[in-house]
C-alpha cells in the first residue's frame, strides 16, 4: 500500500512539475473568455469611417456588436472606461514568418521555417507554428492582432497561414490554416549596379550558368502546376463517377490544386524589376492570382502593376538603399510612390518574426516620407485584409467584424505610443511580455 501510495504521489507531482514548466517555458500569458466588453467614452478611429471624438465600441461573442457615439452599454457588460484613449482595429502583418523561426542563428532546433528540396507545396506553416514564441508576446502588445506566417527556402515554399497572436496551441489561434501558396521565383542571373551586383561582377559565363539554371527550374515548376491541375481534373472526374478508375492520392498535387483553380492566392517573392515583370507573366501564364512579396523596385514600375491589378506586400521599408546611386529615402519613400500610382498594397514589417513588432513604426516612417496618415494606418489594416479578401472579417472597426481591438494611449503608429487595452478574437489579453518579465527581474538590480 505504502508503495502504491509513494507511486501515485510522484506521478502527481511529476504532473504538476511538467505542466509548471509548460507554463513558465511560455512568455504568451493565454487571453480570457470571451465576455461581453463596452469600451466607453473613447477616440475611435475605425479607419472605414470618420473618427469618432467620443464614442462606445460593445464587443461580444468575439465579434463587435456596436460602435458610436450614442451605444448603449448592455446590462452585464464588463465597462472600460478608455476617457483619453483611442481604440483602433489591430493591425496585420502580412510579410512574416513569425512563430516559426525562434533564433535564426546558433540553434537550429529552433527553427522550423523551411523544409529540404525545392518543391515543398504542402509544407504548412500552420503545423510548425509555436504558440509560445517569444516573438508573439511583444508583436502583439504594440497592436499588432493577427499575422500571415509563410514558410520560406526553396522555389514552391509551401502554404502561408493566417493566425490570431492569441492562444496556447496552433488550433486555437488559426483563422485560416492555407490562405496562400508561396512560391519563391528563381532569380535571373543579371544582378544590376552598385551593392550585390555578384553575378554581373563574375562575368557572362558566369550569368548564362545561373539563367540556364533558372531556366530549368522554372520548367520543372511549370511542369508541377500542370500536373496539379490534371489531378483536379481527375479526382473531380471520379467523384462525379466511381466508375473511372480512383485517381492515386498525392498530397503534394493536392495542395497545388486552389492555386492553380485561382482560389488561393500565391506569394510570389521578388524585389527586383525585372524579378517582379517576370513573376507576374508566370502567374498568368499559369493563371495563379500573384501578390508580390518584396516588392523593393514596385514603385518603379507602378503603371505596370496597376495594369495587371497585382498587389504589393512591401518588406523593405526600413532598409538600407541596396544600390550605391539611390538616394538614402528611397525605400522611406516608396509606399508614398506606389500610392499615388494607384497600386494596391500593404507595408509589412519584412521580418521572420523578431522584429515583426516593428511594424506600426515601419508603416509611421512611411507617413513620414509621403504617404498619409490615413493611407499608411490601412496599410496595416485595411489593406492587407482586402490583399487577402478577409476584409468582411478583420481591417476597420465595424459591427460584425472580428473585434480584434487595440486601446492606446495615442496614435498608433508612435512610438510613444502605450498599449492599454489588447482584445483578440473579443478576448482581454494580458500584456506581459518577455520583456516586461525581463524588466521586472532586473530593473531593482544594483
Known amino acids: 500500500m505504502t508503495r502504491i501510495r ?38 475611435i478611429v475605425p479607419v472605414s469611417g470618420p473618427e469618432i471624438a467620443n464614442g462606445t465600441v460593445v464587443i461580444s461573442g468575439g465579434k463587435i456588436q456596436a460602435v458610436g457615439a450614442s451605444v448603449s452599454v448592455p446590462s452585464g457588460a464588463e465597462v472600460i472606461d478608455a476617457k483619453g484613449l483611442h481604440v ?15 533564433i535564426g542563428q546558433g540553434a537550429n532546433a529552433t527553427v522550423d521555417i523551411s523544409e529540404v528540396g525545392s518543391f515543398n507545396p504542402n509544407a504548412m506553416a500552420y503545423y510548425g507554428l509555436n504558440p509560445h514564441s517569444a516573438h508573439i508576446g511583444v508583436t502583439r502588445v504594440v497592436g499588432i492582432t493577427h499575422v500571415i506566417t509563410r514558410p520560406t527556402g526553396g522555389i514552391l515554399s509551401g502554404q502561408a497561414a493566417l493566425v490570431n497572436l492569441a492562444g496556447s496551441t496552433a488550433p486555437q489561434m488559426a483563422v485560416n490554416r492555407s490562405i496562400a501558396t508561396v512560391i519563391e521565383m528563381p532569380r535571373s542571373g543579371f544582378g544590376g549596379r552598385g551593392f550585390g551586383g ?36 481527375a479526382m473531380d472526374a471520379y467523384a462525379k463517377d466511381k466508375t473511372l478508375p480512383r485517381p492515386k492520392h498525392d498530397v503534394v498535387l493536392a495542395s497545388l490544386v486552389p492555386a492553380v483553380r485561382g482560389q488561393m492566392p500565391v506569394l ?72 499615388q500610382g494607384g497600386v494596391r498594397f500593404a507595408i509589412t514589417s519584412g521580418d521572420a518574426g523578431a522584429e515583426a513588432r516593428n511594424l506600426p513604426y515601419t508603416a509611421g516612417m512611411a507617413a513620414a516620407f509621403g504617404l498619409s496618415r490615413e493611407d499608411a494606418l490601412k496599410s496595416v489594416t485595411l489593406w ?52 516586461t518579465d525581463l524588466n521586472d527581474k532586473f530593473k531593482d538590480r544594483p
Open 268 to 339: 510570389m517573392v521578388a524585389d527586383r524589376v525585372t524579378d517582379i515583370k517576370e513573376a507576374v507573366g508566370f502567374a498568368e501564364e499559369n493563371k495563379l492570382r500573384p501578390i508580390i512579396v518584396g516588392g523593393r523596385d514596385a514603385w518603379q514600375i507602378t503603371s505596370f502593376l496597376k495594369d495587371h491589378d497585382v498587389p504589393v506586400l512591401i518588406t523593405s521599408v526600413m532598409d538600407l538603399p541596396t544600390r550605391e546611386d539611390d538616394p538614402y529615402d528611397v525605400n522611406y519613400s516608396a509606399p508614398a510612390k506606389l500610392a
Open 6 to 43: 509513494f507511486a501515485a504521489i510522484a506521478a502527481l507531482t511529476a504532473l504538476a512539475a511538467s505542466s509548471a514548466g509548460a507554463q513558465l517555458g511560455s512568455f504568451n500569458p493565454p487571453p480570457g473568455p470571451q465576455k461581453t466588453f463596452a469600451i466607453t467614452n473613447a477616440h
Open 88 to 102: 483602433y482595429p489591430g493591425m496585420m502583418d502580412a510579410g512574416t514568418s513569425i512563430g516559426l523561426s525562434e
Open 384 to 435: 492587407p485584409a482586402q490583399i487577402f479578401g478577409i476584409a468582411d472579417r478583420f481591417g476597420t472597426i465595424e459591427v460584425g467584424k472580428a473585434a480584434n481591438l487595440v486601446v492606446t494611449t495615442g496614435d498608433v503608429l508612435e512610438a510613444k505610443t502605450d498599449t492599454k487595452y489588447l482584445f483578440i478574437d473579443g478576448r482581454l489579453v494580458p500584456l506581459d511580455t518577455k520583456h
Open 198 to 233: 555578384f553575378f554581373a561582377a563574375q562575368g557572362p559565363a558566369n550569368t548564362q550558368d545561373v539563367n540556364r539554371t533558372r531556366q530549368r527550374q522554372l520548367d520543372s515548376l511549370r511542369t508541377m502546376l500542370r500536373d496539379a491541375e490534371a489531378y483536379g481534373t
